[in-house]
């Protein structure tokens, strides 16, 4: 099983600022199955990034994702105050699919 | 527009079993797969196996293995996923998502294993 790690746990940020959240793998996962997903209290979560750098359907450009093999990175240029939330990576190329813990971003 | 709509909350007692449904609609439901990815209260995503509506075929995680069944009702659009022997660690709100990423998600459903 391919287990990822992200971190940090927890950024406090502030309206405007970058942020820099890191997932990385056990083992190598091939680019295109590294997906990003954002989730806000009591809702699903939603695709933010697949394939490690494409954004899905309706996703602002302000959310990037890059990496490769074992280190994998979602960069959010300028946080709104709707970014802020739990962020998920997800590989699903290796069964078991697997997830991050989560990286909470908070407001400073 | 693509929608998941999976059934209501469940309470069960330890040992029993709960089936969850969840009806697609907007797109063709043979052209991707169905995965169920389960969150236990405060806790992030656990992914718990996908089916294939096109020819029934299934992937679990293993530590499930035994316990969890996925099926799908092509006449109706429906996939299923059923868990048995239920440990109140089983205690989590389940949601169905479509394809691998899941770009389609269910709104969820929170099933409570309480005696």
């Known amino acids: 099983e391919i287990v990822l790690t992200q971190s940090p746990g927890t950024l406090s940020l502030s309206p405007g600022e970058r942020a820099t959240l890191s997932c990385r793998a056990s083992?190598?996962?091939?680019?295109?199955?590294l997906a990003w997903y954002q989730q806000k209290p009591g809702q699903a979560p939603r695709l933010l990034i697949y394939?490690?750098?494409s954004r899905a359907t309706g996703i602002p450009d302000r959310f990037s994702g890059s990496g490769s093999g074992t280190d994998f990175t979602l960069t959010i240029s300028r946080l709104e105050p709707e970014d802020f939330a739990v962020y998920y990576c997800q590989q699903y190329g290796s069964s078991p699919w697997t997830f991050g813990q989560g990286t909470k971003v908070e407001i400073k | 527009q693509v929608q998941l709509v999976q059934s209501g909350a469940e309470v069960k007692k330890p040992g029993a079993s709960v089936k969850v449904s969840c009806k697609v609609s907007g797109y063709t439901f043979i052209s991707y797969g169905i995965n169920w990815v389960r969150q236990a209260p405060g806790q992030g995503l656990e992914w718990m196996g996908w089916?294939?509506?096109?020819?029934?075929?299934?992937k679990y995680d293993q530590r499930l293995q035994g316990r969890v069944t996925m099926t799908t009702d092509t006449s109706t659009s429906t996939a299923y996923m059923e868990l048995r022997k239920l440990r109140s660690d089983d205690t989590a709100v389940y949601y169905c998502a479509r394809g691998s990423p899941n770009d389609y998600w269910g709104q969820g459903t929170l099933v409570t294993v309480s005696s």
């Open positions: 083992q190598s996962v091939p680019s295109r199955y």
């Open positions: 089916i294939s509506p096109y020819d029934g075929n299934t």
């Open positions: 394939g490690s750098s």
